[in-house]
């Protein structure tokens, strides 16, 4: 099984600075991961796939990138909206998420 | 617009099972491999398995293995999970979710709003 490391488990920043968030794997997934964005009482919602391909309607401030074992989310700038939960998910027939990192309000 | 509609909060007795469906609308359900996760109060997303509508094969987490059963009712549209002797670790919300693109395999782009279940004596 793949393990999928999240890092930091929380980030604190104020609105307008840029978030970075990493995921690492325990194997070479090659592109084969996703970014989810989850609020409070509320389903994940799918940002990114394939590392860097935004889902239709995501806004152009969330991008990814990274292959092999090493993955980054970045939001460009944090808008309120964004203060949230971001998981990152292999492509495998055995799907598995990371611990996700919180973004909050510094 | 895609969709998934999920049934309603379950309040089971340990070692009961419970069973949750999951409605699709607005996409081709039969081509789409349905996914279910869930996620303890506080806790992460974590994935139980997945069914292919059109062939009824299923791939479960080994966690659950022995536990819970996926199937589907192509004709309605609708997947079914049931997960069996149920512990107070079971309490949760279940999502199902699906991927509606070829290039969302394995990715899941359209997910319901979950269902609690809460397992209590």
């Known amino acids: 099984e793949i393990v999928l490391t999240q890092s930091p488990a929380t980030l604190s920043l104020s609105p307008g600075e840029r978030a970075t968030l990493s995921c690492r794997t325990s194997?070479?997934?090659?592109?084969?991961l996703a970014w989810y964005q989850q609020k409070p009482g509320q389903a994940p919602r799918l940002l990114i796939y394939d590392a860097s391909k935004r889902a239709t309607g995501i806004p152009a401030r969330f991008s990814g990138s990274g292959s092999r074992t090493d993955f980054t989310l970045t939001i460009a700038s944090l808008e309120p909206e964004d203060y949230a939960i971001y998981y990152c998910?292999?492509?495998?027939?055995?799907?598995?998420f990371g611990a996700g990192t919180k973004v909050q309000i510094k | 617009q895609a969709q998934l509609t999920q049934s309603g909060a379950e309040v089971k007795k340990p070692g009961a099972s419970v069973r949750v469906s999951c409605t699709a609308s607005g996409y081709n359900f039969p081509n789409y491999y349905l996914h279910w996760v869930r996620q303890a109060p506080g806790q992460g997303l974590e994935w139980m398995g997945w069914i292919n509508p059109k062939s009824d094969v299923t791939h479960y987490s080994q966690k659950f293995q022995g536990r819970v059963t996926m199937a589907k009712d192509t004709s309605i549209n609708t997947a079914y999970m049931e997960l069996t002797s149920l512990t107070s670790d079971d309490t949760a919300t279940y999502f199902c979710?699906?991927?509606?693109?070829?290039?969302?395999?394995?990715?899941?782009?359209?997910w319901g709003k979950g269902t609690t279940v809460t397992v209590s004596s």
């Open positions: 979710a699906s991927g509606t693109s070829t290039v969302y395999f394995y990715y899941m782009d359209v």
């Open positions: 194997q070479n997934i090659n592109t084969y």
């Open positions: 998910q292999i492509r495998s027939s055995l799907v598995s």
